[in-house]
């Protein structure tokens, strides 16, 4: 059974840090594994992915420069290290994975497990 569990979220200040984790359990292979966030009433959007297999990495265009998606060496831990925080990335931030082909990295539909979500608040 896959289990797929984030942390680290919380409140801060406009210009500060998080970091959030996310252990995704119950499963040997991941084709994506990603960041996704949203705010109630809106879309949901894709922050970031790594393609564990290859290594190659994406990031949402809003990101620019300020947030780092990374992985452990059991490549079932994912991080996203988020820097100069702004107001507008306050959103529930889940993380997925998939096992199968993504042709688009930042398409939630194409993930098969997700975790609660985890809340970043950045006050101004």
């Known amino acids: 059974q896959v289990h797929v569990v984030e942390s680290g979220g919380g409140s801060v200040q406009a210009g500060g840090s998080l970091r959030l984790s996310c252990v995704a359990s119950g499963y040997t292979y991941w084709y994506s594994m990603a960041w996704f966030r949203q705010v109630p009433g809106k879309e949901r959007e894709g922050v970031a992915a790594i393609y564990p297999s290859t290594g190659n990495i994406y990031y949402g265009d809003f990101v620019k420069g300020r947030f780092t998606i990374s992985q452990d060496n059991t490549k079932r831990t994912l991080y996203l290290q988020m820097n100069s925080l702004k107001p507008e990335d306050t959103a529930m931030y889940y993380c997925?994975?998939?096992?199968?082909?993504?042709?688009?990295?930042?398409?939630?539909?194409?993930?098969?497990?997700w975790g609660q979500g985890t809340q970043v608040t950045v006050s101004s």
């Open positions: 997925a994975t998939t096992s199968q082909y993504t042709i688009r990295w930042d398409d939630g539909r194409l993930y098969d497990f």
